[in-house]
């Protein structure tokens, strides 16, 4: 009886009608008009479905890569306030080709740039971050009957300046609106049709995830990322705003069917989702390398130096193992950076000669790292055990583990990821939905 409640609860929960969302299209989506003329027609088929709607673009692909050299052909990276009103054009543009082509088709569209709204932001041009949406001019245009086309990307500062948010930006863009005018969803329509199980290049048999939680997203670096910018996710989290992410490009998805579940992926909040997979996906990073200081001194203080220093470097550490002293005395430190920190890194450590003592220092691009994703841990033993054991199975050393509440990452050696990937994702039935 409890069972079956929850199962009419979840089923009413999926079958609701979104009654305002926000559209974002991305670079590929805007490529050229005829990308830019299915954009449209995703527009009108929710017009037709009677749903309040605000749009967010990105520039058109390759667009912003032009204006970011033309940027910097023209002055330096002292002038960041002025490079961000060349390399927010971009969006302004696609906003209003967008607009212009939805007129043609008699819908009533405006473009509207990030100052227009006004998208408030702080902190540095190039990555400033938004800290509030007025939502009362976008929220007129939509009682009014207008569409809103909004330049994703930008904003405006404090102290009246172009701004821009970071590579990716428009899909924070988006998210912040969605929260600003109280959406239902804030769509993402992109290249690919949702997120996997893990990277389908390597694991063909991966699987569309239907949901994934925002946590889970946010772990899920490797592929995720790709699809979503971090803080998009991030906000969304924060506002407990479910994103999904859908093709632009799928015929099937230009039908009537907004509230199908088969849809895409939702990002949303862990309630949202009954899901009985223990490990909701897999991914992997071969963009690291390991540094190793050997027989370090092992004394209050050291790790301290070393990582703050790294820290005050710019340089980003991701996994930190230390061994238990033997002697007491001294100790071999592991950890990994970025690839291309890895030098600087080095430098750092070096440069730390007179006040840290130890006997070599060692590096390894050779590595990767690999990580199985997914909220059932919390409530779950002996996942790390399996993980284990499948590789041991598989001859796959371990070099390096790090935990977190949701995730599980190993340092494996890169000839193997591959191998310990597809293992993986069988040994956690991730191969069939
Ligand atoms: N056009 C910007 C970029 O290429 C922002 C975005 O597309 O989200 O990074
Ligand atoms: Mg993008």
Redesign the pocket.
Known sequence: MYLKLIVIELKSTMDQKYKKIVMKF??TSMADMDCISKVADHIERELSNGTLIAVVV??MAG???RLISLADQAGNNMQQSERDVIIST??QVSSAILSMILNRRNIDARSIQGWQIPLITRGIHGSARISNVKSNHLENLMKNGIVPIIA??QGISEENRVTTLG?????TTAVAIACGIHADLCDIYTDVDGVYTSDPRIIPVAQKMKHISFEEMLEMASQGAKVL?TRSVELAMSYNMPIRVRSTFIENDFENNTNSTNIGTVVTNEDGILEDKVVSGIAYSKSEAKVTIQQLEDKPGVAAEIFGNLADNGINVDMIVQNISADGMHTDLTFTVQETDLSSAKLVIESLSNTIKYAKLEESKDIAKLSIIGVGMRSHAGVAAQMFSVLAENAINIQAITTSEIKISVLIELKHIEKAMKALHSAYKLDQN
């Open positions: 991305g670079g990105s520039a667009e912003t890569d971009g969006e994703g990307f590579r990716g930006g428009s899909d910018q």
